[in-house]
Structure formats: C-alpha cells, structure tokens
C-alpha cells in the first residue's frame, strides 16, 4: 500500500521561502505522477503542482507559477516542493499525492480526483 509522509511546513513571514518534502513508500516511486495540493478553512482542495514520473516535465497553475517549484529525487523516493515569495494567500494544509499516470489534458492535472494516494498534510501559515 502507497503511502505518503509529508514534512516542512510552518510559520513565515509574507516574501519568506520554505521547502516542503514528502517521502513516498510502499511502492516504485518512479512509476507515479506525483503532486502537491492545498486547502485553506472553507476552500476547496487545489493544485498547486504537478510532475511526471521521471521529473523531467511540470506543470503550475498561474497562482504560483514563477514562485514554486517541484521536483523529485526518485532514488530517495522523495518530492519536494519549494516555495518562494510567499504570500499570506498561500496559507493553507499542503498534502502530496500521487497517481498512476494517464495521458490527462494539463487542466486536469489538479483534480485531486485523478489522485489515488494522499499525505496527510503539512501546515504552511504565512503572516503579512
């Protein structure tokens, strides 16, 4: 059984940068698609990234294009998700994910309901 750990989150200041990590067990993990989410009180679950199984392409959503960035260390079994410049708005619950890949459109990327594993979370609270 897939599982997921993510680690990383805490508080910073708005324009401060953190790294979250999660560490995926239980299976290859060069055979998943791999993504972060988030979901801030009374909002729904969104993507914030998306990386194939090999790394080599990713995908934003224009929220936090330029100011995130994913990767994966699959002989860790490792991702990670660096955030720069953050902001108040990206204050939020970030969870990993993953998902056998499928040759989805990119707008479907962020559906968390092509995700079949899920973290259970790491808090990122960002003041101004």
């Known amino acids: 059984q897939v599982q997921l750990v993510e680690s990383g989150g805490g508080s910073v200041q708005a324009g401060g940068s953190l790294r979250l990590s999660c560490v995926f067990s239980g299976d290859r993990f060069s055979n998943y698609r791999m993504g972060w989410f988030r979901q801030a009180p009374g909002k729904e679950r969104e993507g914030v990234a998306s990386?194939?199984?090999?790394?080599?392409?990713?995908h934003y959503p224009d929220s936090v294009k330029d100011r995130f960035t994913i990767s994966r260390d699959n002989a860790k079994n490792t991702l990670y998700l660096y955030m720069n410049t953050l902001k108040p708005d990206d204050t939020a619950m970030y969870f990993c994910a993953a998902t056998r890949p499928a040759p989805w459109p990119p707008r479907e990327l962020f559906l968390p309901h092509n995700y079949n594993y899920w973290g259970q979370g790491t808090q990122v609270t960002v003041s101004s």
């Open positions: 990386i194939t199984p090999s790394g080599g392409t990713t």
